[in-house]
T-cell receptor, first 113, second 116 residues
Framework: GENVEQHPSTLSVQEGDSAVIKCTYS??????FPWYKQELGKGPQLIID?????GEKKDQRIAVTLNKTAKHFSLHITETQPEDSAVYFC????????????FGRGTSLIVHP | DAMVIQNPRYQVTQFGKPVTLSCSQT?????MYWYQQKSSQAPKLLFH???????NEADTPDNFQSRRPNTSFCFLDIRSPGLGDAAMYLC???????????????FGDGTRLSIL
């Protein structure tokens, strides 16, 4: 089955700095990679996703890059703000039918004002 | 507007006393999932429904059951809760897509279950 490793487990940055979270996956058949943000007491919310036929995707201050050969993908947040503080999860899996993603263990991002 | 709604948000039950958690969705998605999430951990899939077809994860304890009476509603039944079942329970939905398409999961805000 799929195995997803996520690093770092905790990331502390100053407001305005960039933050990068990295994930690796093991199953070369995985073709869909979402990123979720989970705030305290809430469910995970999708913030950005990428398919295997795309190398990079950007949405305002958030970007995701995918290296299929190396089987790793990363989340980049620029100009961080205190409201970006949350736990971020990456996931990987094979799209189609029931999508059953494997989640990384999560990264707690703390943005200091 | 909330699209995946879980009730209640907080549930307290006694050790061994059956409890039911509910989930409803307004997205008309055909796949519904139940996850268990403990503190500082990733969500762990318990089971999912593809339409009416129930799919149990191999390591989900028999103590956990589920019902999906229609597209919009799904229930998680814990027959005899133990202290180790205290957790956040998350419901999620997604829509089937053709192979190669992507289908993000939409999560509810969860029910936090406490066991006395």
């Amino acid at each position: 089955g799929e195995n997803v490793e996520q690093h770092p487990s905790t990331l502390s940055v100053q407001e305005g700095d960039s933050a990068v979270i990295k994930c690796t996956y093991s199953d070369s058949a995985s073709n869909y990679f979402p990123w979720y943000k989970q705030e305290l007491g809430k469910g995970p919310q999708l913030i950005i996703d990428i398919r295997s036929n795309v190398g990079e995707k950007k949405d305002q201050r958030i970007a995701v890059t995918l290296n299929k050969t190396a089987k790793h993908f990363s989340l980049h947040i620029t100009e961080t703000q205190p409201e970006d503080s949350a736990v971020y999860f990456c996931a990987a899996g094979v799209s189609g039918g029931s999508y059953i993603p494997t989640f990384g263990r999560g990264t707690s991002l703390i943005v200091h004002p | 507007d909330a699209m995946v709604i879980q009730n209640p948000r907080y549930q307290v039950t006694q050790f061994g006393k059956p409890v039911t958690l509910s989930c409803s969705q307004t997205l008309n998605h055909n796949v519904m999932y139940w996850y268990q999430q403990k503190s500082s951990q990733a969500p762990k899939l318990l089971f999912h429904y593809y339409d009416k077809d129930f799919n149990n994860e191999a390591d989900t304890p028999d103590n956990f059951q589920s019902r999906r009476p229609n597209t919009s509603f799904c229930f998680l039944d814990i027959r005899s809760p133990g202290l180790g079942d205290a957790a956040m329970y998350l419901c999620a939905t997604s829509r089937d897509s053709s192979p190669g398409g992507h289908q993000p999961q939409h999560f509810g805000d969860g029910t936090r279950l406490s066991i006395l």
